[in-house]
């Protein structure tokens, strides 16, 4: 089956402009969680969504923001981007992350801030 | 909290050499515990997984055990092939509640022919 699918695979960005990003789990996979992927802080967690409904969130600003809809795709968005926004940004999928699942992830998308 | 503690990178080591990769944790309660490789250019996928305590994950030749005495789940390979060289990321999933996977910095390898 096909596998987690991220796009667009790069991107570039000049400070104060927005940005959204697409992932598409795994057939049947319900919970999406995204990372932040930087040399110097390794994986940072951002969110987690399950059937729709964010159940936690890490340490990031507002400007950082997701939704999940119903047939369980993902969109993460990032408004008024900052240099130290520049980063790969992970899309990880699994059946249910409250039960220890394992995640499967995306290739992820290579975020540029100019 | 929960956190996540690896040894810092680069490793290089030489092709049929011995690997240890050190992680320690800090949890509460009993996660479970998980070793995520990340090739050049792709995203991490699972190496291997322990659910309690003494279970022993494996695959490719790789092996990690979970010790709760110490905190630890340290990565062995008792032979390492110039492919191994990637990304190596350890990670923790609480068992109670928090719906998130926690990684480490991830440790670099290097294996060299």
């Known amino acids: 089956k096909a596998g987690v699918t991220q796009t667009p695979r790069y991107l570039i960005k000049t400070r104060g402009q927005q940005v959204t990003l697409s992932c598409s789990p795994i057939?049947?996979?319900?919970?999406v969680s995204w990372y932040q992927q930087t040399p110097g802080q390794g994986l940072q967690f951002l969110f987690e969504y399950f059937s729709e409904t964010q159940r936690n969130k890490g340490n990031f600003p507002g400007r950082f923001s997701g939704r999940q809809f119903s047939n369980s795709r993902s969109e993460m968005n990032v408004s008024t981007l900052e240099l130290g926004d520049s980063a790969l940004y992970l899309c990880a999928s699994s059946l249910d992350q409250q039960t220890n699942e394992k995640l499967f992830f995306g290739s992820g998308t290579q975020l540029s801030v100019l | 909290g929960n956190s996540v503690t690896q040894m810092e990178g680069p490793v290089t080591l030489s092709e049929e050499a011995f690997l240890t990769i050190n992680c320690t944790y800090t949890?509460?309660?009993?996660?479970?515990l998980f070793w995520y490789v990340q090739y050049p250019g792709e995203g991490l996928q699972l190496l291997l997984k322990?659910?309690?305590?003494?279970d022993k994950g494996s695959n490719k030749g790789f092996e990690a055990t979970y010790r709760k005495e110490t905190t630890s789940f340290h990565l062995e390979k008792g032979s390492v092939q110039v492919s191994d060289s990637a990304v190596y990321f350890c990670?923790?999933?609480?068992?109670?509640?928090?719906?998130?996977?926690?990684f480490g910095a991830g440790t670099r390898l290097f294996v060299k022919a």
């Open positions: 949890a509460t309660g009993y996660p479970s």
């Open positions: 990670a923790l999933n609480p068992s109670t509640g928090g719906f998130k996977t926690i």
């Open positions: 057939s049947g996979h319900r919970s």
């Open positions: 322990a659910t309690k305590a003494d």
